[in-house]
């Protein structure tokens, strides 16, 4: 299927479309569609929040001086030649000196106006840093077969809109498909650290719905590629050494993300058939403790040297028959 090139207004109808960033994220599906982003504040949060958060559904307003400068779209514009377009923060300081920071007036005027442009403005600091990253980012993916021509050959930027077969308008935006039809790319920058346990932290809070998301749509535009679609989340750091991981999900973290994107798509079709977008439950709740603080403290029990140098009156303590004369003796 070819991309198509669209530039404003409601997309015709499913397909493969190439368009400016702020127009997907307007939704220019033919009905409100949902992204992975609605689908995670479904789950994670309420069909209320994703009401509010939804452009098609609630008006969004955007206070461009609290604006967050965004490093991470700036790597990816760089790392995909797509995107709304950089300018770089031209201000100086009394001493002739490029600003590092939004400190100035000067320097939050021109923002501004880049920003009222449809421009992403980046300070020069974090432009090479930003460079740095997607150097770090390039290095890497040529170090394996299997990562090669990543966001070299293929298609960046690429927006999916489908009719899914549940009844409802899916959309979807891919930072990278190729060298292979079948193979998307996501880049993922981050500040906390590539470790297992950060990067399981990210996939259980929403990135198994948009792996998920992103492969069903892509399945329903391109049925030829049915149960081939791979799809690989490439980490890098904000800060030195700019480390990188490329991550693909395992079959259960697959099959979470499928449990939990229908499910959010079931919500959405029937919110949007009804008109109502119930919020948290009303009356009392209870809250569970994951497994792990229990595990963690009846190992600590066992191992602590303090603990067991006071294990007898810690036993005492614990015990409901023990007199309370002999716990404070």
């Known amino acids: 299927m070819r991309i198509i090139d669209h530039n404003e207004g409601r997309v015709p109808g499913p397909g493969l479309y190439r368009m400016p960033a702020a127009l997907y994220h307007a939704d220019p599906a033919p009905g409100p569609s949902l992204s992975s982003s609605i689908a995670r504040a479904i ?3 309420t069909p209320r929040h994703a009401h509010a958060k939804h452009p098609r559904l609630t008006p969004q307003t955007e206070d461009s001086k609290n604006r967050k400068m965004d490093l991470g779209s700036v790597a990816h514009e760089i790392l995909t030649g797509e995107g709304r377009g950089i300018h770089v923060i031209t201000a100086t300081n009394k001493a002739g000196e490029a600003v590092e920071t939004y400190a100035t007036k000067a320097a939050q005027e021109e923002r501004d106006e880049a920003l009222a442009a449809g421009l992403t403005p980046v300070l020069s600091c ?4 930003a460079e740095r990253m997607v150097a770090a980012v390039r290095s890497r993916l040529a170090e394996t077969p299997e990562t090669k021509g990543a966001f070299e050959q293929g298609a960046g930027e690429t927006s999916l809109v489908w009719q899914d077969r549940l009844g409802l308008w899916g959309r979807a935006q891919l930072d990278w498909r190729g060298p292979e039809p079948h193979l998307i790319w996501d880049l993922k920058t981050t500040s ?8 399981a932290t990210k996939i259980a809070e929403g990135l198994d719905i948009q792996e998920h998301w992103y492969r069903r749509g892509l399945t329903r535009l391109v049925p030829d590629l049915m149960g ?3 799809m690989r989340f490439v980490f890098v750091e904000t800060v030195e050494p700019f480390e990188c991981r490329v991550i693909e999900l395992s079959g259960e973290q697959q099959w979470l993300g ?9 919500l959405f079709r029937e919110c949007l058939r009804t008109g109502r977008w119930p919020g948290y439950a009303a009356g009392i709740s209870r809250v569970e403790a994951p497994a792990w603080p229990a595990a963690q403290w009846e190992a600590r029990e066992a191992a602590d040297p303090l603990f067991r140098e006071f294990g007898t009156a810690l036993v005492l303590a614990h015990s409901t028959a023990a007199p309370d004369q002999e716990i404070a003796a």
């Open 192 to 199: 906390a650290g590539l470790s297992d346990r950060a990067i």
């Open 258 to 266: 499928e449990r939990k994107a229908i499910t959010a798509a079931v």
């Open 126 to 129: 974090d432009l090479l840093k």
């Open 228 to 230: 081939r679609v791979r």
């Open 43 to 45: 789950i994670s949060e």
